[in-house]
């Protein structure tokens, strides 16, 4: 590989945003960055994860504060609202860019 200023410096793949780049967090996050806010049974549903893979995913995401979990009580049964954090937002953004610089720079 040759090194030419005209091209955009290669962002290695290490440094994209781990807890974003796993799979069912990623599907849950891009969800949640077109929506204002989705509660978890639709999550669910878009996602096809079970309660407790779902749940897990979203502690963690959570702990990281890149999405809040609101609970409320709607016709006697917990209603868990979920939404991406402004934090969350911005980690999202900044995950896309990297991994789309990082695909650009493996065109021919």
């Known amino acids: 590989m040759t090194s030419d200023?005209?091209?955009?410096?290669?962002?290695?793949?290490?440094?994209?945003?781990?807890?974003?780049h796993e799979p069912a967090r990623l599907m849950i996050i891009s969800l949640l960055y077109v929506v204002e806010s989705a509660d978890f049974l639709w999550i669910k549903g878009q996602t096809g994860l079970t309660d407790g893979n779902l749940s897990s995913h979203l502690s963690k995401l959570e702990s990281?504060?890149?999405?809040?979990v609101e609970k409320s009580i709607k016709n006697k049964k917990t209603n868990t609202l979920l939404k991406l954090s402004k934090g969350g937002r911005k980690a999202f953004e900044e995950y896309r860019k990297k991994l789309t610089q990082i695909l650009e720079s493996t065109k021919n």
Do not use: F, H, N, R
């Open 64 to 68: 990281a504060g890149y999405v809040t």
């Open 5 to 20: 200023d005209s091209q955009e410096e290669v962002i290695p793949i290490v440094e994209i945003d781990k807890l974003i």
